[in-house]
Nanobody, 127 residues
Framework: QVQLVESGGGLVQTGDSLRLSCAAS????????MGWFRQAPGKEREFVAA????????GYVDSVKGRFTISRENAKNTAYLQMNSLKPEDTAIYYC????????????????????WGQGTQVTVSS
């Protein structure tokens, strides 16, 4: 089992950057593929980015490609989402998620693939 805690959200202006962190408890962080999702008011929770257990493979939703970068440090039990060139439409609560997988290279893009979720961190981008 793993517990996830996000941090790093805040209020920024269009074009600014933020780095979200997701700290995981336990000693088996490297057993989990990690992902970031977001949910804007009145909308469904959507996939943003994902990274494989090894960190060698990543995936992104088209709307953030070239602006967001997902990464992880298994030695620190932490995943990150670097967000650059932020836009008002990026405003949402951002959640990190963990999915237990034996395959070290798989990238998980669906909500159903993740069994563990953090409480979320608010990101607000003003125009």
């Amino acid at each position: 089992q793993v517990q996830l805690v996000e941090s790093g959200g805040g209020l920024v202006q269009t074009g600014d950057s933020l780095r979200l962190s997701c700290a995981a408890s336990g000693r088996t962080f490297s057993s989990y593929a990690m992902g970031w999702f977001r949910q804007a008011p009145g909308k469904e929770r959507e996939f943003v980015a994902a990274i494989s257990r090894s960190g060698s493979n990543t995936g992104y939703v088209d709307s953030v490609k070239g602006r967001f970068t997902i990464s992880r440090e298994n030695a620190k039990n932490t995943a990150y989402l670097q967000m650059n060139s932020l836009k008002p439409e990026d405003t949402a609560i951002y959640y990190c998620a963990a999915g237990l997988r034996s395959n070290t290279g798989v990238v998980l893009t669906s909500r159903a693939s993740y069994g563990y979720w953090g409480q979320g961190t608010q990101v607000t981008v003003s125009s």
